[in-house]
């Protein structure tokens, strides 16, 4: 569990912030960072998903900084389950990975922003005001790809992009090397739904069978690295 929370009743003018990281040592460098300013305060931490959603409901956030990849659960889902349960709860994702795969997918979620964790403290925390005012935060680059997409003036746009969020989530496991029976478990899915998922893939990206699908995946993943 978390080393140590603000409860939502206790009075302060700043504003809240929950981490949910796995990762401790990234854990404790972001909430050094954020307790640095004057009007903003880490009420929590939380290392999955289910930790996410109790802090969520016990200490009130104003906005939760997230990390795309958690412990049991696909980080798409848990933005979901945050916007159900808290929906004036606002979320910004911090990620490793890149921008260009996850970013427009998060806004369609109800996340309002995304930077990538190879960005400096400035940039971190302007993020974090920015979601606060109000505005969604991305890059130029996804600011301009989200635009497009809203004006349907992609028509090159990668078929990749056409994936539901669920087989996008499907999709990424296969990528990096996980069998079926290993992407049942990490989603909480049945075999026969990994299946389902995995036959809709294919014939979204004209692939002939479950081999062909594997080494796109792979290779497509490993590109945008």
Excluded at 29 to 54: F, K, P, R, W, Y
Excluded at 143 to 164: F, N, R, Y
Aim: charged share 25%.
């Amino acid at each position: 569990m978390p080393e140590h929370t603000i409860p939502a009743s206790a009075p302060s003018p700043k504003k809240r912030v929950l981490i949910v990281d796995d990762h401790p040592v990234f854990r404790a460098g972001l909430t050094g960072l954020v307790n640095l300013e004057d009007d903003l305060i880490v009420c929590g931490e939380a290392s999955d998903a289910a930790q996410a959603m109790h802090l969520l409901e016990e200490l009130r956030p104003d906005v939760i900084l997230m990390d795309m990849s958690l412990p049991g659960k696909n980080g798409l889902e848990v933005l979901k389950d945050i916007g159900t349960l808290s929906p004036q709860t606002l979320v910004l994702i911090i990620s490793m990975h890149d921008e260009t795969l996850f970013a427009e997918r998060v806004i369609r979620a109800g996340g309002r922003g995304y930077i990538m964790k190879v960005e400096g403290p400035d940039k971190i925390i302007l993020a974090i005001r920015k979601v606060l005012s109000g505005g969604i935060s991305v890059s130029d680059r996804v600011a301009s790809q989200i635009l497009h997409a809203l004006s349907g003036s992609t028509p090159s746009q990668s078929p990749v992009s056409t994936l539901t969020d669920r087989e996008f989530a499907v999709y990424q496991l296969l990528g990096h090397g996980k069998d079926p029976h290993e992407i049942a478990r990490v989603l909480h899915l049945s075999i026969k739904t990994v299946d389902t998922h995995r036959n809709r893939i294919g014939k979204k990206l004209g692939l002939r069978n479950a081999t062909e699908l594997i080494h796109h995946a792979t290779r497509w993943f490993a590109a945008q690295t």
